[in-house]
């Protein structure tokens, strides 16, 4: 979602400011702008588009300072126009905002019928002026913020700058994150610490309902109930070097190439190779006594979870009850005594997920987090933290955070089976056998890229396309179809095998193209069965399975992929492989921006 950078510094800003926004890029944006104060004038520059249009207008439109704010818009409330970008300002205050301030309607119905001119379509222009108002009315800045905020309902996280206060800004967290770093004789706020990473490695992350005054020597926090408070400065570790493609030509292809040695860097923190047995974080619970297991994410990672639906349930004989983020909480679920809550996200600052994980753990559920930013809010609000070790993802299509997340919920799910005594010690050395088998695997699928790259044309004019797949391999149809639609436009879904004749299977013609998911093993025959009835009524199939499966139902496919003879429990993994590339390469030959897909974002912060 948005990404702010705010820096009160000793040199100019305006060229900092820009960087860290290219740093935050990933997130997916729509506009951006920039402003910072000199010589008692706020001087605001905003462009719609990319960042480089933001570029050459700070050409054209010096924006001079030593302390400033800035900010890349994904649009929420009002088109993605330089009008309604950001920062928004009146006469005494600017600010930048990330989330949503739901209860804007009344606010601005206020704010106008007292004659104040607003200029945008948007949400956040409100708090602007109702801080401005505040300012106008005599308030110093710190009153008239700690006036402000109790008034704003939603997500917000905030950075404001005062017009007649160039040494200072003040910023407020609720709902979405903000980082607080310290420099020498500079101080900083961002989104995240991987935007602050060229400026400092020393970090506070603000807690719920928590502001702060930031100025040069450094930064004073308030909490919800506008006390002092003291938050732990922390080394970051976000590396300052820019990410780059290397010789690829996106960040998505360069991720999904990284899968082998991501997996196996996750899998490292997670296995004992000397005695091939699974070793988790310490915990403050245990896991034996855990009675239901409940799966919460969104997007990707909830078909991760998905697939570790099956894996618990085969393994450890625990229930599990999985939901999608957004739904969670609205139907009242039942949360029993003894219940792992286990939460999957890539940022860990997900919104939808983040509400959940803060429901589960008010009704008394142990909270487990799989997620790929150790420090985010997630990580920091759970009983047990399992990071996946993936590094920056920068594509917003997410892929090697997918394996990763596959790679540690396998290892909790034969963990949770040894502490249940469902497992025994030689099965969870032939779990661990097989995981770490997985690294090589990938590396075998990735050998087929050129092949997919040589179908990509026979999808690509489709306008629908379906997935089919049965048992893990379903939600791996899921995935697929939805990678498709994320970066090539066309249209997908993901169906069970066995759902095709209940009502998908009017859709098939020659038009549609059926990529079926199939291993051989012993749902290998019923899935062949599904194929034939596409197959009956003049549909398009292309099979990914291993050698043995392509020889007995490849024949008379459009395409056929071939993926190595695998165990089942890792097939999730290594097959996800060729529906990325086929989705990557498809969206190469419409010409689709392939890392920053329109109306995506990379961490989404609102609900």
Not at 14 to 23: F, S
Request: charged share 20%; with cysteine; aromatic share 6%.
């Amino acid at each position: 979602m948005c990404g702010i950078i705010g820096i009160v510094g000793r040199d100019q800003v305006a060229d900092r400011l820009v960087d860290g926004l290219k740093r935050m890029e990933y997130r997916g944006y729509d506009s951006s702008g920039v402003c910072t104060i000199q010589e008692g004038r706020l001087i605001r520059c905003r462009a719609e588009g990319k960042l480089a249009n933001l570029v050459k207008e700070l050409e054209h439109n010096a924006a001079p300072g030593t302390i400033g704010i800035a900010h890349t818009r994904w649009a929420t409330h009002g088109a993605p126009t330089a009008n309604n970008a950001h920062p928004h300002a009146t006469e005494h205050v600017a600010l930048v905002h990330n989330g949503i301030i739901e209860n804007f309607k009344p606010l601005r119905d206020e704010l106008t019928a007292k004659g104040r001119k607003l200029e945008s379509e948007t949400d956040s222009e409100v708090v602007a002026h109702l801080i401005s108002e505040e300012i106008e009315n005599g308030a110093s800045p710190e009153e008239a913020v700690r006036t402000v905020l109790p008034r704003l309902r939603g997500a917000f996280a905030l950075a404001i700058a005062f017009r007649d206060h160039p040494d200072m800004l003040i910023g407020a967290r609720l709902g979405s994150p903000l980082v607080v770093g310290y420099g020498e004789g500079e101080t900083y706020l961002g989104s995240d610490a991987l935007a602050l990473a060229p400026l400092t490695q020393k970090i506070a992350y603000l807690d719920e309902g928590d502001w702060v005054v930031v100025r040069r020597d450094g930064a004073q926090i308030f909490d919800a109930e506008n006390n002092p408070v003291e938050r732990e400065i922390t080394t970051s570790g976000a590396s300052a070097a820019a990410v780059e493609k290397g010789n690829y030509r996106h960040f998505m292809q360069k991720e999904i190439f990284e899968q082998p040695t991501v997996v196996a860097q996750t899998l490292r923190s997670y296995v004992h190779q000397a005695n091939n047995t699974v070793a988790l974080p310490q915990m403050d619970f245990d896991l034996s006594t855990i009675r239901r297991v409940t799966i919460v994410a969104c997007g990707t990672s909830y078909y991760a979870g998905l697939v570790a639906k099956y894996w618990f349930e085969h393994f450890a004989r625990v229930p599990v009850d999985i939901d999608v983020a957004s739904e969670f909480r609205y139907r009242d679920p039942v949360l029993e005594e003894g219940g792992l809550a286990l939460f999957i996200s890539q940022s860990g600052e997900t919104a939808d997920t983040l509400a959940a994980l803060r429901h589960c753990k008010a009704a008394g559920q142990t909270i487990g987090v799989v997620v790929n930013v150790p420090t985010s809010s997630m990580a920091r609000e759970a009983d047990l933290l399992l990071p996946t070790h993936a590094g920056p993802e920068i594509g917003v299509a997410s892929t090697k955070a997918f394996t990763c997340q596959l790679a540690v919920l396998a290892a909790l799910a034969a963990h949770l089976a040894v502490k249940k005594g469902r497992m025994d010690r030689a099965e969870e050395q032939e779990v661990v056998k097989h995981l770490l088998e997985a690294p090589a695997a990938l590396n075998a699928a990735l050998d087929h890229d050129e092949d997919i790259a040589g179908m990509a044309h026979l999808i690509a004019p489709a306008r629908d396309v379906l997935y089919l797949g049965r048992g893990p391999d379903y939600p791996l149809a899921l995935e697929g179809a939805l990678k498709l639609k994320e970066i090539s436009y066309i249209h997908a879904e993901g169906y069970a095998s066995g759902e095709m004749k209940h009502g998908p299977i009017a859709l098939i013609d020659e038009a549609v193209p059926v990529i079926v998911l199939a291993p051989s093993g012993p749902l290998f025959e019923k899935t062949v069965s599904n194929m034939q009835e596409v197959r009956a009524r003049g549909g398009k199939i292309v099979l990914i399975s291993d050698a043995e499966g392509l020889l007995e139902a490849g024949e008379g496919c459009l395409a056929t992929i071939q993926m190595p003879k695998v165990h089942p429990l890792i097939a999730p993994l290594v097959y996800a492989v060729p529906v990325q590339l086929l989705a990557y390469h498809t969206a190469c030959v419409k010409g689709t921006d392939v890392d920053q897909p329109r109306n995506l974002a990379k961490s989404v912060t609102v609900e």
